[in-house]
């Protein structure tokens, strides 16, 4: 039958089990100290705490708390001469504190049913236990523990040693310890040297030795200690102030040393500028007074640039120069017309904005020599003009806008970045170029296909024309009666300069801006 209660219980569900088992737990009991201290009392008093208070056990707390008062006038040691007057008192005090609370009386009631923990319960042996003290605690761990150590030093040296030997056996291959065979008498001997090395447990590595030698290293080498701890935690508060000290100097040199850099970037820019600028000094006065001063060092020799020409006209020679600059200053190199403006000792906005109109006027010369009836035939010489950089150039381009160089890189550039098939892709190319809408844009791609195209037929035939043309500038120069002689140095450089560079356009634009008074025949 128990069996089946076993079965049936631990066939229950885990949850039912803790549910149980927690039920059970609430109704365990143990002693607590207030008991405890009822038991001592019951114990030092030996008699009914009633009886000693003169009352029933039925009393109630009003009764309880009169008769103290009685008792207390009639034996406190101040009113009673009986020797053990104070005694009486004090037990009479412990009796009424455990009365008058319900609680611990509820308890001794039940003393007074059961009566006290006999021999069988643990209490009876806690309650009759010594009381130690302190130090009385310490010495008795103290022995427990040095006694315990030196039996685990002993275990661990009797471990190492059984395996040593092991390892040893196995390496001076000795099968038999007990076996004294002569041919492993000096193996032996190297495995007791080996074994030899293992330390022993000692009498003073235990643990009352231990603390003596600690004491002795406390008093002994202390102050020293002390003050060797103190001096290493002033040199570390002394290095980090100083590496916090070098930091910030780091900062301020790199701050610094970068002020300088930019210093000397805007230095040399200004004076890059200044030496691409061409030889127009003026002259300085009183040179030979100047510098004795210079050499002296009371003054400073003053250069005076001439100032840059904004609106000026643009001649033949400048248009040359500007063709050499080109050549001298390609595609891709740095601040490009900032130093071909220097040297023209013009505007940036004006050479851009000229090299763009002249280019864009070889364009619409060369579209209209395509269409033209005779492509040979020779116009009438023209007088030379000067034209200001900053006044607008009318051309007569038929359905054609005029279109400059940055709004032609713009919709090249517009043209890769939005490839075929993208979303609204006009509208966001007319977007990106400056000043065109999306009709223009469409229509310059349109001309430009159209263009290349005719390119790609005419290849073939591509080489007999540049020949053809060549002779064709070769017989303008050399037959060409009004011409200068600075004209033939200006087409001859430009030619020269059409064979080594890739920048041929423009160096044609400036040809025909040369050679205009004798033919209308472009280079291709």
Request: hydrophobic letters at 35%; aromatic letters at 8%.
């Amino acid at each position: 039958m128990q069996r089946l209660r076993c079965q049936s219980f631990f066939g229950l569900p885990s949850v039912l089990k803790l549910f149980i088992l927690l039920s059970l737990a609430s109704s365990l009991k143990a002693w607590d100290s207030d008991e405890l201290e009822i038991f001592d009392l019951v114990e030092e008093i030996n008699e009914n705490f009633y009886t000693v208070m003169g009352l029933t056990q039925d009393a109630s707390l009003s009764d309880i708390k009169r008769a103290y008062r009685t008792l207390s006038k009639q034996l406190h040691p101040d009113k009673n001469d009986a020797p053990d007057a104070e005694v009486k008192f004090r037990e009479m005090v412990a009796v009424y504190e455990v009365l008058k609370d319900e609680n611990r009386r509820a308890r001794y009631d039940r003393v007074l049913v059961e009566g006290l923990p006999d021999w069988r319960s643990p209490i009876f042996y806690y309650r009759r236990a010594r009381k130690m003290s302190i130090f009385e605690i310490s010495v008795i761990l103290t022995i427990v523990i040095s006694i315990t150590q030196y039996l685990m030093a002993w275990g661990s040296y009797l471990d190492k040693k059984h395996t040593m030997e092991e390892f040893l056996c196995k390496k001076y291959k000795i099968k038999d310890r007990r076996k004294q065979r002569p041919e492993d008498l000096e193996n032996r001997t190297l495995m007791e040297e080996e074994l030899s090395k293992i330390p022993r447990p000692r009498w003073w590595n235990i643990l009352p030795v231990q603390l003596v030698q600690l004491v002795i290293l406390i008093v002994t080498q202390g102050p020293s200690l002390a003050r060797s701890v103190i001096v290493a935690l002033k040199e570390d508060r002394q290095r980090k102030l100083e590496e916090k000290i070098e930091e910030e100097e780091e900062e301020k040199r790199l701050r610094e040393e970068e002020e300088k850099r930019k210093e000397r970037k805007a230095q040399m820019k200004t004076r890059k500028r200044v030496q691409n600028l061409p030889d127009r000094t003026g002259e300085v006065a009183n040179s030979s007074h100047l510098r004795e001063n210079q050499i002296k060092g009371n003054i400073k020799p003053v250069i005076h640039f001439e100032p840059i020409i904004t609106g000026g006209p643009w001649t033949d020679d400048d248009f040359c120069e500007l063709a050499r600059l080109m050549a001298k200053f390609p595609g891709g190199t740095s601040e490009r017309w900032e130093k071909i403006a220097s040297q023209m000792n013009r505007t940036v906005f004006e050479v851009t904005k000229m090299s763009s109109k002249v280019m864009t006027e070889l364009m619409n010369r060369n579209l209209t020599s395509e269409t033209s009836e005779t492509s040979d035939e020779v116009q009438e010489p023209k007088v030379k003009q000067k034209t200001k950089g900053g006044d607008k150039v009318d051309i007569n381009l038929g359905a054609d806008e005029l279109w400059s160089v940055i709004q032609q890189k713009s919709l090249e550039k517009a043209l890769k970045q939005f490839p075929k098939g993208t979303d609204q892709r006009w509208d966001k190319i007319a977007r990106f170029v400056p000043e065109k809408s999306k009709e223009d844009c469409m229509m310059r791609f349109k001309y430009l296909a159209e263009k290349i195209k005719k390119k790609r037929e005419e290849k073939e035939r591509e080489p007999e024309e540049t020949e053809s043309h060549y002779e064709t500038v070769d017989n303008d120069v050399d037959g060409g009666e009004e011409s200068t002689t600075k004209e033939k140095f200006i087409m001859v450089i430009i030619v020269f300069v059409y064979r080594l560079h890739s920048d041929r356009h423009f160096c044609f634009c400036i040809l025909q801006y040369s050679l205009n008074s004798k033919t209308n025949k472009l280079i291709p």
